[in-house]
């Protein structure tokens, strides 16, 4: 399985952003996915989940009520749609599945990464 992450960039405070994740080499419904970042001299951490069919959704606190998930299985495809981005947002922000119905926010859940995109949020 391959995870490719794209879509970070350079985004003032306060704007938008959205990242892609496109998964090939397996069926992409078949499994759950996270997105997780790492900041420079950190531990990565759970950003957001979702569950391989869409319907559940699971998000870390910081980013509760400004990030949203979304999976398109037709399109091998996950989203990270990120609004109201704060200077804390900035890090390279990781794609990963886990064969699972859905998983958590625990890294060792996760099979396979993608190699990371990073954002960085200038104020």
């Known amino acids: 399985v391959q995870l490719q992450a794209s879509g970070g960039g350079l985004v003032q405070t306060g704007g938008s952003l959205r990242l892609s994740c496109v998964v090939s080499g397996r069926t992409f419904s078949g499994y759950a996915m996270g997105w997780f970042r790492q900041a420079p001299g950190k531990e990565r951490d759970f950003v957001a989940g979702?569950?391989?069919?869409?319907?559940?959704?699971n998000f870390a606190d910081s980013v509760k009520g400004r990030f949203t998930i979304s999976r398109d299985n037709a399109k091998n495809t996950g989203y990270l749609q990120m609004n109201r981005l704060k200077s804390e947002d900035t890090a390279v922000y990781y794609c990963?599945?886990?064969?699972?119905?859905?998983?958590?926010?625990?890294?060792?859940?996760?099979?396979?990464w993608g190699q990371g995109t990073q954002v960085t949020v200038s104020s």
């Open positions: 979702i569950s391989w069919s869409g319907g559940t959704v």
């Open positions: 990963a599945v886990a064969p699972a119905t859905l998983a958590g926010p625990r890294t060792y859940e996760y099979e396979y």
